[in-house]
């Protein structure tokens, strides 16, 4: 059974920073494009970051410069490290996978398999 572990969430004061991680059984796990996603009540899941198998990174406008995804196929992990936290950084972090050699999918539908959700919360 696949399952995608988050940690890291947390409440942070505006301009600081966190560290989400998200642990994967997926194997081999250097197959899988992952990806963090974010969502607030109301409103429908967002993309936010992606890394391939090789390293290469895609992310959203909102957050370039500020956030940074990696991953290390060895621990299986990837991470979400995110710096200068907005107000509007709030909501639900999700992480998630998708068998993928080529190309980078930005789209949650195409993603094949979800974390539960860490709960991230920015106080101005």
């Known amino acids: 059974q696949v399952q995608l572990v988050e940690s890291g969430g947390g409440l942070v004061q505006a301009g600081g920073s966190l560290r989400l991680s998200c642990l994967a059984s997926?194997?081999?796990?250097?197959?899988?494009?992952m990806a963090w996603f974010r969502q607030v009540p109301g409103k429908e899941r967002e993309f936010v970051a992606a890394?391939?198998?090789?390293?290469?990174?895609r992310y959203a406008d909102f957050v370039k410069g500020r956030f940074t995804i990696s991953r290390d196929n060895a621990k299986n992990t990837v991470w979400l490290s995110m710096n200068s936290l907005k107000p509007e950084d709030a909501a639900v972090y999700y992480c998630?996978?998708?068998?993928?050699?080529?190309?980078?999918?930005?789209?949650?539908?195409?993603?094949?398999?979800w974390g539960q959700g860490t709960q991230v919360t920015v106080s101005s």
């Open positions: 997926v194997r081999p796990f250097s197959n899988y494009v």
């Open positions: 890394i391939s198998w090789g390293g290469v990174t």
């Open positions: 998630a996978a998708v068998r993928r050699r080529v190309g980078i999918p930005l789209i949650s539908a195409e993603y094949e398999y």
